[in-house]
């Protein structure tokens, strides 16, 4: 065989071993590919400020969306298409496939790995209790309410604190479940709860756009601070792990601080690490 014969034929060879890796990668190494080829990615979302919030002109913005629109345009993928969902219904429409990413400061919890991918945590949060001002139970912990037959919390159903009431042994009739933020605060208000359980954050957000005096913000320096983070299906760790390079070089970026002191946040480099596969 000739010197360019011989050149021609490794070419080939090599130009077929490319398409054997592109065509062969496994599925989840082409979600990433596919929603560069539709252009369009389905981002869902709960309202919960300052994670995930609503303008009054129904723009979608909010920690986890501003964060999230960085990354589709860092990824090459030119338009978002922004799904509302209540939070409990947020993880069965990622895994039915009728959204591609949750961006709603959703926390990494063993339960929840099961059935998602997480990306690398945003930010880490402390939990807390809005409670009336004065705090006349005496609330400090969510393992001090555990422990108290008599207290009634509000949770949003679904959420990290449902979870840690119900690991904590707090029977379903000490829990009313609510679909929001809103609602869990208008219990309080109107004596149907004691507490409602959220994340520091939101419960400080809350406090500060409501009628002062009436209520005031327990914070529980038991629990260990939840990671928010992104989701993702389990089978579409390509998408996950572009996503996570992505806010590899914007996380503690001098645009991400500027957005997170706009809506009241800061920012611990130590929480951002990359937490589980």
């Not at 539709?38 to 909010?62: D, K, N, S």
Request: net charge negative; charged share 25%; aromatic share 6%.
């Amino acid at each position: 065989m000739g010197r360019v014969q011989l050149l021609f034929a490794l070419c080939a060879a090599g130009a077929l071993a490319l398409m054997a890796a592109f065509l062969f990668q496994p599925e989840g190494d082409a979600s990433l590919r596919r929603l560069r080829k539709t252009g369009v990615v389905r981002i869902g979302y709960a309202v919960e400020a300052p994670f995930a919030i609503l303008g009054e002109r129904g723009e979608v913005t909010g920690e986890a969306p501003e964060i999230a629109r960085h990354v589709v345009e860092r990824l090459g993928i030119s338009h978002i298409e922004w799904r509302q969902v209540e939070l409990g219904g947020l993880i069965p429409e990622l895994r039915a496939g009728r959204i591609d990413v949750i961006a709603s400061g959703l926390f990494i919890t063993p339960e929840r790995s099961g059935k998602v991918l997480f990306s690398r945590p945003t930010m880490a949060v402390r939990q807390a209790m809005l409670v009336p001002a004065g705090n006349p139970r005496g609330l400090r912990s969510y393992s001090d309410m555990a422990a108290r037959p008599e207290v009634i919390a509000a949770v949003l159903a679904g959420s990290v604190e449902d979870m840690l009431m119900t690991r904590l042994g707090v029977a379903n009739g000490r829990l009313l479940r609510v679909p929001d933020a809103l609602t869990g605060r208008r219990a309080v208000e109107t004596g149907l709860a004691d507490a409602l359980l959220l994340s520091e954050p939101s419960l400080r957000w809350m406090l500060s756009r409501g009628e002062p005096g009436r209520l005031e913000v327990s914070v529980d320096e038991e629990l260990e601070s939840g990671l928010p983070a992104f989701a993702f299906r389990l089978d579409e760790a390509g998408l996950r792990d572009a996503w996570d390079e992505a806010l590899a070089e914007y996380l503690g970026s001098a645009a991400h601080l500027a957005m997170l002191g706009s809506l009241g946040l800061s920012w611990a480099p130590s929480a951002t690490q990359k937490v589980g596969g």
